[in-house]
């Protein structure tokens, strides 16, 4: 059994901060892309940034230049530093990961449980 769980989300003000954080476990083998996606209501899920277990990292436009995502795979976990919020960053932040098992080999995309970010004054 794999789990994703996220923590750090919260309320902030615009041109605040927040820190989300997301930690892998269970039966792995090795993790290799690790991302974030939000979800706004009434609206498709969208990638926000995605990091290889290298570390390079891709970002959506909406959000480039003001969040940062990072990893340590010591710890099997990814973060996600959002600097700069805006209103329309609110959403609920969902991690993912493309997981090797260790009972399979084979590769699953999983989900973490989804964080709340709301950005207001």
């Known amino acids: 059994q794999v789990q994703l769980v996220e923590s750090g989300g919260g309320l902030a003000q615009p041109g605040g901060s927040l820190r989300l954080s997301c930690v892998a476990s269970?039966?792995?083998?090795?993790?290799?892309?690790m991302g974030w996606y939000r979800q706004a209501p009434g609206k498709q899920r969208e990638l926000v940034a995605t990091i290889a277990s290298g570390g390079s990292a891709n970002y959506s436009d909406s959000v480039s230049g003001r969040f940062t995502i990072s990893r340590d795979n010591a710890k099997n976990t990814v973060y996600l530093l959002m600097n700069n919020l805006k209103p329309e960053d609110t959403a609920v932040y969902y991690c993912?990961?493309?997981?090797?098992?260790?009972?399979?080999?084979?590769?699953?995309?999983?989900w973490g449980q989804g964080t709340q970010v709301t950005v207001s004054s």
């Open positions: 269970g039966s792995m083998f090795s993790i290799n892309v």
């Open positions: 993912n990961a493309h997981i090797v098992r260790l009972t399979t080999w084979r590769t699953y995309i999983y």
